[in-house]
């Protein structure tokens, strides 16, 4: 996706604050403008409930809109119904492009399931605990864990040896199956091609999880493929190739 379909992309940012931790709000929100504007900000909660303080010291600074919903009854999640509701009267709006949904909880999978079936994106952002279902219900979903930011060094020191990543067989037969499905007769595969089919089968894939900042990053770590960096028109932008060794 290029800048330019970005700035072009309004969002609308749902966050659920019994299920997201404050602390991530500003690589959030770093991440959620590569993918577009963020038109609308709100958060749902009892704000009222004294373990949202630390939400309350930072909606100011990033402008987020505080929505109070009490608590009514014990064992039922009032705040996730008004976030469903918000989100279906955003929805018929008809003023956005999609949709961020902040929470690892799996209440949200047929709201996912839903804006996807109006033609709207889907991103999904949560804990490593959150339910496949609503996970697998979104376009995109991104681990939270990974949006803290880190210098270069630590990076490097957590990523994963070319024999892990080669042990993982769901990697592996991942990478793989996104190559076969977009090389053409010559055994060669647009890098860029190769990463929409790996997120179209698997919305929580991210070279991040590997600890590579980028998917050709990762690719080359792996060791399982070739790696041809072409030039492309006369402003000599390039455009990397991939093809798997076993070829």
Known sequence: MTSSNNIEKRLAVLIDADNAQSSIIDDLLIEISKHGVSSVK??????????????????????????????????????????????????????????????????????????????????????????????????????????????STRTKRKSRSAKELKGDTRLVNLLRGAYESSADDSGWANLATVGNKIVNQAPEFDSRNYGYIKLGELIEATKLFDIDTRSVGEAGHTVKHIRDKRK
């Open 42 to 151: 709100r958060i749902y909660g009892d704000w009222t409930n004294p373990h949202l303080k630390s939400w309350k010291e930072t909606l100011l600074e990033h402008a987020i809109q505080p929505i109070q919903q009490f608590s009514y009854t014990k064992g039922k999640n009032a705040t996730d119904s008004a976030m469903i509701i918000d989100a279906m009267d955003l929805l018929y709006s008809n003023r956005f492009d999609g949709f961020c949904i902040v929470s690892s909880d799996s209440d949200f999978t047929r709201l996912a399931s839903r804006i996807r079936e109006m033609g709207l994106l889907v991103f999904g952002f949560g804990e490593k605990k959150t339910p496949q279902a609503f996970v697998s219900a979104c376009d995109k979903f991104i681990y939270t864990e990974i949006l803290t930011t880190e210098d």
